[in-house]
């Protein structure tokens, strides 16, 4: 099946391309020029397989948390792309993304993206399960919903702290954490997420990922703007 998947979530634009050749896959460190390089990234990936866009037939991109800009650039190519092409497009939840390379991972994977103000979006896995909701949630909040497992095995198994936020996170939430010795850092920093969006969506059903003509990515909090003239 002919995939696109897109992620712009971070200052690491990343693209995948799946067909029966198989799976291409680039990231360019691209700042804050993600919606000037990305449709070039695209074309490039479509020449280099072969392959028109009229014979793409799913196309994947970040549903969110995150930031909102980037969160907005890769969905709009992919409705664009969705709309005017008659395919389906599916939207995976970043945190969902970022913590699927830690579906083997022998504890809690929590993969955190720094949400400013003192919080970050955050989640709690554990076997490639999501444990809790999707979190804007400070140190402490965190620190919270890991005792709150109460779970006597997972409160002895170690903890990977994945993703752009983990390195930020670390210190906070070891300060407060009983045993902080179980707090592994895998920060990923420059790192894209489309190939773990290709897969994901490649394992699933796609019914379970497809977004619908009118929905929109997952936001957890107001922007500023919004928050400004109290939308």
């Known amino acids: 099946m002919n995939i696109l ?111 400013k103000k003192s919080c ?14 999707y979190l804007d949630a400070s140190p402490e909040t965190l620190a919270e919903a890991i005792a709150g497992t109460h779970d006597e095995t997972l409160l002895k198994e170690p903890i990977a702290l994945c993703g752009p936020g983990a390195e930020m996170l670390f210190p906070l939430i070891a300060r407060i954490l009983e045993k902080p010795e179980r707090l592994a850092i895998f920060p990923l920093f420059r790192r894209g997420n489309s190939l773990s969006l290709l897969e994901l969506v490649q394992m699933n059903d796609i019914l379970h990922y497809r977004e619908r003509e009118f929905s929109g990515p997952l936001y957890l ?6 928050l400004s003239l109290n939308l």
């Open 5 to 115: 998947a897109l992620d712009t979530t971070g200052s690491v634009l990343s693209a995948a391309l799946s067909s029966p050749d198989g799976t291409r896959h680039v990231e360019i460190d691209a700042g804050s020029r993600h919606s000037e390089l990305l449709m070039e990234l695209i074309d490039w990936l479509f020449k280099s397989a072969g392959l028109k866009k009229e014979e793409l037939e799913l196309v994947a991109c970040m549903k969110g948390p995150g930031s909102f800009t980037g969160l907005r650039i890769a969905y709009a190519a992919a409705k664009g792309l969705s709309l005017a092409l008659g395919i389906p497009m599916a939207a995976v939840p970043t945190l969902d993304c970022i913590a699927y390379p830690f579906s083997i991972w022998p504890g809690l994977a929590i993969p955190c993206i720094d949400a």
């Open 120 to 133: 970050f979006y955050a989640a709690l896995y554990r076997g490639g399960k999501r444990l809790t909701d």
């Open 221 to 226: 909090r107001k922007s500023d703007a919004e």
